[in-house]
């Protein structure tokens, strides 16, 4: 339902953004910034300063980033914030909170570009940090006075406040880097350096901390400390993508769920994918007199859905866990798509048609006004499933039939041939199958009996994520292998190895970073499955045992194998 109460408050806030914007300098006073440093030389930008840096190419490559982070966030909840690049160099990068205003310097930009095929993930770094204090609504000072009232001496003022930043800053680093992760930027091995070279550009104390701001030493030490954290974190965020890629659902949940709820990242993708996981683990159990119509939700189209039985009541316990997933994705973002189409299958499912049909049409409406065909045509796939399931076949056959008129969407074709009441043709499974792929040389089929041996040392270990399951993740020379397994002895396993970005061997069929979708489908035949993410797309050959990721360009820019055994 539209609030329209709440839409009049938005348009207005936005009004007095704009004319904030228009009367007086956004800058004048120091107040409200969250800003990475003060080097307490420089002055604050002009508004024809401002006005002018948006201009230069350099302010459209950041503002790309920008851009690509806060699609990421995926939270229009809050007022999308705008960017600005300043020519006065002062605080490298900040926040203003009521402005809904992130900046970035000049200065800054420089030094990012001068880490060369990295200074996009540089960019990326300081970007996700402000954007963290601004989402988490970081406000300092408020903060700091709300959680400290009755210090008295100057020492334990400056110590708490100290402490207190310190506290946020780790938060904006960890989740910053998550952030960045997630919009496909590299930004673990980088923040130590950065760092330094932002307080040797800017002039900023080495050693001495200032009453505001905390010493290079100190700053070092809380990236080292949140990069541990960032990497465990990102290596969980992984898995539970691998994991539903290749439908291992109630681990793809567990591992989601620790990002939520241990990790403190939210954004509208992983509400939407805990969902998806919930769902489809749900409906991989369902008996088979459900109708067999192929939901938009359902990421692959030529696995169907198993009739393996299962107690109704579980399955309904998880549609209702996802229908809150796709709710909380949809709190987030009431334009994101996926969350009200998604919604809509799992109403379809539990049977509650009405609400099913309420959502389709929401859905169908705002994919029309955004202009997102491949959005409209899904919901379409749904009306004609609604209705079909409603003894409407003459509508079904339409709905089914448009959706194929918008984009060339292979649910139309499954599902006419089921409203026609002929059988699906089988799950294709062409191109070469292997176990042959190796990257770096190393036997992922060798490595259960390793950690028996306890050969297999892990960086990272995170015990009982799942049950009496435990994440584990360690380094080969130009990749990462990311572990769940029961440490009991019993042989349940899901290994997954990642190339790194610049890995430079090519994989079993022929296949470089860098190298086209279109070529990996002509070496690898018909994936098994096809995902859109925020980056891209994922490729998964479940014979091959290996999953390609693409970027929006349809360039591959990794690969991982993969192993899974339950039982
Ligand atoms: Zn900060």
Known sequence: MLKPELMTMRTFFLALILLGSICVSAQENESGWFAFGDSQTGRFASVDELNNAKKSYKYRVAKEVFDHLVEAAGNS?????????????????????????????????????????????????????????????????????????????????????????????????????LLAHTAGYTTLTIAPDLLSKLYEGYSLPATSPTSQYPSLEERRAIAQNSMERLKELIGVYDLAGYFLATHQFDWARSYYEYILNKGGFQSREIYNNLGVAAALSAMSNRKQDKP???????????????????????????????????????????????????????????????????????????????????????????????????QDKEGAKQSFTDAASIINNPLSELNLKVLRGESL??????????????????????????????????????????????????????????????MSGKEIYGFVQVTDANYSAASFEGIKIGDPVSKVIELYGAPSRRMSAIQGEVLVFMNQQIVFRADRQGKVVNWAVFRIKRS
């Open 425 to 486: 043709p089988p799950s294709q499974l062409s191109g070469p199958i292997s176990n042959e792929e190796q990257i770096d040389n190393f036997d992922l089929d060798k490595l259960f009996a390793s950690f028996l041996l306890e050969r297999f040392v892990p960086e990272k270990m995170i015990s009982d994520i799942v049950g009496s399951f435990t994440y584990a993740m360690s380094r080969e020379a130009n990749s990462t292998i990311l572990v769940n397994t029961d």
């Open 77 to 177: 909840n809050m007022i999308r914030p705008r960017f600005e690049m300043s020519p006065v160099p002062r605080m490298i990068a900040a926040a203003k909170g009521d402005e809904a205003l992130i900046l970035l310097e000049e200065k800054a930009y420089d030094i990012c570009i001068g880490f060369g095929k990295d200074s996009l993930n540089a960019m990326a770094t300081l970007l996700g940090h402000e954007l963290i204090h601004y989402y988490e609504k970081h406000n300092w000072e408020d903060h700091f006075i709300r959680e400290h009232q009755g210090l008295t001496t100057a020492d334990q003022i400056r110590d708490k406040k100290l402490a207190n930043k310190m506290l946020l800053e780790t938060q904006a680093d960890e989740l910053g880097g």
């Open 292 to 390: 067999t119509f192929i939901y938009p939700m359902q990421l692959d189209f030529s696995s169907r859905m198993a009739s393996r039985g299962g107690g109704v009541d579980e399955q309904t316990a998880l549609l209702e866990e996802a229908r809150r997933h796709f709710q909380a994705a949809y709190d987030l973002d009431p334009e994101y798509l996926p969350a009200l189409i998604n919604m809509g299958c799992v109403y379809a499912e539990l049977g509650q048609w009405d609400d099913a049909d309420d959502q389709a049409r929401k859905a169908l409406r705002n994919a029309k006004k955004a202009g997102n065909n491949a959005a409209e045509s899904d919901a379409l796939i749904l009306t004609g499933i609604i209705q079909a399931v409603n």
